[in-house]
Each structure stands twice: as C-alpha cells, then as structure tokens.
C-alpha cells in the first residue's frame, strides 16, 4: 500500500494505492490528520482510483476524517473507486455522509463550486 496527500486548489487529496486494510489506514489516518492540523485546506477527497482492496477499516478512516473535517465546515468526498470498493462504501452508508465523484477532476469541479 501507498499513498500520497497532494494539496490542490485549497483542497487537500489522498491518493491511496494497493490495498487498505487496518494496518494501513491506521498509517493513512496519521499522516492525513497532521496535515489537516494545518488548517489550510477546505474539503478533502479521498481518491482511490488506484486501489485494489479496502476492508471495513477503510470505511472506519472516511468516517472518523468525514467528522474532524465536517467540524470545520469541509467536506469529504470519495473519487474513482473500482467497482468492487463502490460497493463496499454504498452497503456502508458513507454516500449518506458524503458524495462519490467519478474522478479527481469532477470532485474538485464540485466541491469548489459549493
């Protein structure tokens, strides 16, 4: 697993690849909160174009972030999952919580539009 945070257009974005499980959103959840205490960014999007595997862990790291970023007036949105993690997150019922988007690019489009 690998993952990248990149902050662009006063978002802050998580690239994640491979695959996520506990062990790894734990890693994630570190890295993205102490950037986050940076208090510079307006939303943020998890994308996951990239990843092969995501347990109820992963669904645990887009809650406890949608929480501490709602906080702040952000919000949380999910990008370009492959069809077997879109499944996952809809049984979840994180889409009631935050939107999914087909890729970076529309994500971006609609949070700086809102």
Known sequence: MEFTLLPMQGNLVVRIFGELDQHYAEEVR???????????????????????????????????????????????????????????IELSGLLKLMDIYRDEEEALNKLVLN
Do not use: Q
Not at 45 to 56: A, G, K, Q, Y
Not at 58 to 64: A, E, R, S, T
Not at 77 to 86: E, L, T, V
């Open 30 to 88: 570190k890295a993205v909160d102490k950037e986050w205490k940076r208090e510079i960014y307006h939303n943020l999007i998890f994308s996951l174009e990239n990843l092969e595997f995501m347990d109820s862990s992963g669904i645990g790291l887009f809650m406890g972030r949608y929480k501490t970023v709602s906080e702040k007036g952000g919000r949380v949105a999910i990008c370009g999952p492959p069809p077997s993690i879109k499944r996952v």
